[in-house]
């Protein structure tokens, strides 16, 4: 997805979305029902009944995003104008509610709708920034590329620790060995390894060539150096995992959500004609 969605058409989606979102506002006001404005009264039932529509059609980009083949409307049609109309679909569900919140299964389907929408400017946003944060994190090469470096350094570290102490050698096997990028998806999403084998070695190695003369002063600076640079390597392999992880996690709110906001607003519907 590409930050011109927002613009598709020349703003055609906003445009409607921010007339929807007007008419539904003059309507609110102009309006004078008998008592406080609330969801039962002729505006209330409409907007109420826009309100479930939008809803239903933008849960339907679910599947028609999965449907290839054409349509009368193009995929960006439907991302731009599910990115606006749900934005107004805020305003007119809050003016169909007559703000008349409660603890009751119709403020969960408002509360539900909102947490939904929210994630989706998550999602968005992350669409629209995080691929370009990215690409600059990796300094234009592939994640791939970044682990065949690291694998690279590993090697060469074995070369330079042969020639010191067996503590060192088992500094670097071990940074070798039980260094991860990824793993659990929170560990993911948190783009550090506070335990990361290579961190340690580097440390240790650090301390130890303080007591290095000789050609181990050298070797243990050539270590260090190279140590560093897989350090700063998974830095940035762990950061590119990380950014990926948030491109995923907003769609595990979103999705979730949206099928339990159908399953309030459908109690809501129900309960507000048996109690009526
Ligand atoms: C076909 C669609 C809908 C119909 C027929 C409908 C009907 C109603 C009615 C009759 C009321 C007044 C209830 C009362 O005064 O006790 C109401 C209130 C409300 N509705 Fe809807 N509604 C619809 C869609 C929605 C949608 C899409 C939302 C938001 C997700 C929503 C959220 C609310 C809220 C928060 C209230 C205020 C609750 C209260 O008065 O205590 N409704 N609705
Ligand atoms: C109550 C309102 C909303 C509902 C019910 C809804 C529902 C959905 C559904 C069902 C999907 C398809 C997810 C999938 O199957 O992969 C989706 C995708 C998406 N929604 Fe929403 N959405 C709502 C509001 C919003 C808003 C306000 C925004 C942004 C401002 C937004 C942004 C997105 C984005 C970026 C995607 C992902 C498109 C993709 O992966 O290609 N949504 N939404």
């Known amino acids: 997805m590409h930050v011109s969605i927002l613009f598709f058409r020349n703003f055609l989606y906003l445009k409607i979305a921010a007339a929807l979102a007007v008419v539904a506002l003059l309507a609110y006001t102009i309006d004078e029902p008998l008592g406080k404005p609330n969801g039962g009264t002729w505006l209330g039932y409409t907007l109420g009944t826009i309100g479930a529509l939008l809803i239903l059609w933008l849960t339907w980009f679910g599947i028609r995003k999965r449907r290839y083949g054409k349509g009368k409307l193009l995929l960006e049609d439907w991302m731009s104008g599910h990115v606006y109309l749900g934005v107004a679909l805020l305003v007119v569900a809050t003016l169909h509610s007559g703000m008349q919140f409660g603890w009751n299964v119709h403020t969960?389907?408002?509360?539900?709708?909102?947490?939904?929408?929210?994630?989706?400017?998550?999602?968005?946003?992350?669409?629209?920034?995080?691929?370009?944060?990215?690409?600059?994190?990796?300094?234009?090469?592939?994640?791939?590329?970044?682990?065949?470096?690291?694998?690279?350094?590993?090697?060469?570290?074995?070369?330079?620790?042969?020639?010191?102490?067996?503590?060192?050698?088992?500094?670097?096997?071990?940074?070798?060995?039980?260094?991860?990028?990824?793993?659990?998806?929170?560990?993911?999403?948190?783009?550090?390894?506070?335990?990361?084998?290579?961190?340690?070695?580097?440390?240790?190695?650090?301390?130890?060539?303080?007591?290095?003369?000789?050609?181990?002063?050298?070797?243990?600076?050539?270590?260090?150096?190279?140590?560093?640079?897989?350090?700063?390597?998974?830095?940035?392999?762990?950061?590119?995992?990380?950014?990926?992880?948030?491109?995923?996690?907003?769609?595990?709110?979103h999705i979730p959500m949206t099928i339990a906001l159908l399953a309030a607003l459908f109690v809501h519907i129900v309960t507000v004609f048996l109690y009526w």
């Open 108 to 253: 969960l389907a408002y509360g539900l709708m909102t947490f939904v929408i929210l994630s989706g400017l998550f999602g968005l946003y992350a669409y629209i920034r995080l691929p370009r944060l990215r690409t600059e994190n990796r300094a234009g090469m592939t994640l791939d590329d970044v682990m065949g470096m690291i694998a690279g350094i590993s090697k060469e570290c074995y070369d330079v620790a042969a020639r010191l102490d067996d503590e060192v050698g088992q500094l670097v096997q071990k940074a070798d060995a039980d260094t991860r990028v990824g793993g659990s998806f929170w560990r993911q999403l948190s783009g550090r390894d506070p335990n990361c084998a290579t961190t340690h070695a580097l440390d240790r190695v650090r301390e130890l060539a303080e007591g290095f003369t000789g050609t181990d002063a050298d070797a243990g600076r050539q270590l260090i150096t190279l140590l560093a640079r897989k350090v700063e390597l998974l830095r940035r392999a762990r950061r590119d995992v990380q950014l990926k992880a948030l491109l995923d996690v907003w769609l595990y709110v």
